[in-house]
């Protein structure tokens, strides 16, 4: 049996409004001054009060690829979450690190505290996993604060300042390079992530059993076509796409030939017999759409389209 919490739209946040305060937390890695800065501006533009966490320029001691110890990077997590004045937990940067303070949270407190905002994407892929199985509440697959794109690319922190103020009027995604891989409409609840997060995840307190249902989002970084058959193969043969309504694909920036990444996913996805959408544009590219997650939609590959059935984000107003 799944064990992941039944999504329900009476668990989504409440939209942001000018004012509200959030914080910068660094779950994985180490994040570097000049962007944190330039990213943090971005924020305060939006009208955001913008907190930096405690720990948030930390590096472990001796662990270097670390944002600070991994009880560090948990207790800057939760004491954000669980703050009533804080809207929205925007992380800074992924990497690595995720998984060594997952397990540090005590989900029984967190999930005392109404829902608010988290934002992230690549490594924080485990903890929006542990978000849809501890608290079902829908997360935002996106930018973070002192990521490149989001400082350098308008279209990517636009498209998150208006899914984080204005969500009803990014319920629709798409992108100019989105066609059907193999053609077909779906419905199902959103989740996944970056690739290979996903893989390694499997097996852990935290991962859910299969992604039966579920309109699955796959994107990566970095990771040779050789390395993301490896991946799929894993996510296949652990019984992780068992059910699973349809697929959409992200970017896949530095995975070599888009050539053969694409004759990838199609040799390990097409047996599916489900939907596969190709290149939503979200993820690890130099520009990225913000993709909720935990949200019904509906996924039409032939239109290159991922409908959402509600916005991710309520007006707070009894929505």
Not at 37 to 42: C, Q, V
Not at 135 to 161: C, N, Q
Request: charged letters at 20%; proline letters at 8%; a negative charge.
């Amino acid at each position: 049996m799944d064990r992941i919490q039944p999504p329900s739209t009476d668990r989504r946040p409440r939209r942001l409004v000018p004012g509200d305060r959030v914080v910068l937390v660094a779950p994985s890695s180490p994040v570097e001054p000049d962007r944190l800065a330039a990213g943090t501006e971005i924020l305060r533009s939006w009208g955001l009060d913008v907190i930096p966490a405690e720990h948030l320029r930390d590096t472990h001691p001796t662990l270097r690829h670390l944002a600070g110890t991994d009880a560090a990077r948990a207790t800057d997590f939760q004491r954000a979450w669980l703050d009533p004045t804080i809207a929205a937990v925007i992380c800074a940067r992924g990497g690595y690190g995720v998984q060594r303070m997952v397990d540090l949270l005590d989900w029984d407190v967190l999930r005392t505290a109404p829902p608010k905002v988290l934002v992230g994407f690549s490594d924080v892929t485990v903890l929006h996993e542990a978000f849809a199985w501890h608290l079902g509440i829908p997360t935002l697959y996106g930018p973070m604060a002192s990521g490149a794109t989001f400082i350098t690319d308008r279209p990517t922190a636009d498209h998150l300042r208006r899914t984080l103020f204005h969500p009803a009027d990014t319920t629709v995604l798409g992108s100019a390079t989105a066609e059907p891989l193999v053609p077909g409409r779906a419905h199902g609840i959103t989740a996944g992530g970056c690739a290979s997060a996903l893989a390694t995840d499997r097996g852990t307190p935290t991962a859910r059993n299969s992604f039966a249902g579920t309109i699955l989002l796959l994107e990566d970084v970095n990771e040779h076509p050789y390395r993301l058959d490896r991946i799929i193969t894993q996510l296949i043969r652990s019984g992780a796409l068992d059910g699973v309504a349809g697929v959409a694909l992200g970017s896949w920036e530095g995975c070599g030939r888009i050539d053969r990444v694409r004759d990838v996913m199609l040799d390990r996805l097409g047996p599916l017999g489900v939907p596969v959408l190709w290149e939503l544009g979200f993820g690890h590219g130099p520009s990225s759409l913000t993709v909720p997650l935990g949200v019904p939609a509906h996924l039409d590959a032939d239109a290159g389209t991922l409908t959402l059935a509600v916005p991710v984000l309520t007006t707070g107003a009894g929505e």
